[in-house]
């Protein structure tokens, strides 16, 4: 009975949802999003909080230490799970300290270039790679990103010697593939996808196992290397404990937004794909694609101190 009490009640105050990026990223977008339907069907407010900074580790222990009440949520990424590979000294470890609660989207990466590289495809650009080697540059977010940790496996993958260039950001890797100082980079499409049709940058490739319907023409880097795939998932997710109750009840009103077809357009404008399932579903798709990218961790021997 208390069970089904606090299902009904739930929530009673405000609930904050924890970004651990800055305003405007897709990880923020998605939250946002999120929390407006989660506020318009629960008739209550679900508000975002953006705590930035270590690749969303500021947020995710935050959140690993607040009540399991269901009144702190975290806007979880691939990275969550992975972290621990890179900051050895994390106080928190995702797998055991959280709950997932439902899976909302997958999000590839474009392979692009800025428009003086003569490679019009993978398969070109490769073989300039080869041929002059550590003489591209590929830029990143950040060490440790989504983008830099891309392009780790496509030269895992390759065999070619590419440099790393981070910046503070995905904006401002942007701003500089466009201005010629970095040739290549993987990025989401939210950040790119207007540059590419401006013809500022060009897209050679997809990271997803499928072509997208945002850009349906372009092919996948699989396409030229089977079984390459990048793609980052994110969700929501609740400190360790949280009433099952609580857990099951925010899967369901979530699983309905993402099954919304307005809901499902808005995510596929920003380059994203939705996905249903149940808190288990997630977990384990976190833990599979965790381990891909401690694989590539270890070899590119990434880490922070």
Known sequence: MSRVALAQSYPAKPVRIVVGFPPGGVSDVHARLTAQWLSERLGQSFIVENRAGAGGTIAAESVARA???????????????YNPSLYPSLKYDYMRDFTPIAEVALSPL????????????????????????????YASAGTGTPQHL?????KMTTGVDMVHVPYRGGAPAVTGMIAGRVQVMFDFLASSLEHIRAGKLR?????????????????????????????M????????????AVVDKLNREINVMLADP????????????TITGSPTDFAQLIETDAEKWRRVIRSANIKFE
């Open 262 to 273: 307005r809901m499902k357009a808005r995510f596929a404008e920003l380059g994203s794909e």
């Open 67 to 81: 009540p399991p009440d269901g009144y702190t949520l975290l806007q979880t990424w691939g990275g969550d799970a």
């Open 233 to 244: 998932p994110g969700g929501i997710a609740a400190p360790k404990n949280t009433p099952n």
């Open 110 to 137: 474009v392979m692009e270039v800025n428009p003086s590289v003569p490679a019009k495809s993978v398969l070109e650009l490769i073989a300039s790679a080869k041929a002059s080697p550590g003489m591209l540059n």
């Open 150 to 154: 891309c392009g780790e496996l496509f």
């Open 203 to 231: 897209a050679l490739a997809m990271t997803s196992a499928k072509r997208w319907p945002v850009l349906a023409d372009l092919p996948t880097v699989g396409d030229f290397l089977p079984g390459f795939e990048a793609v």
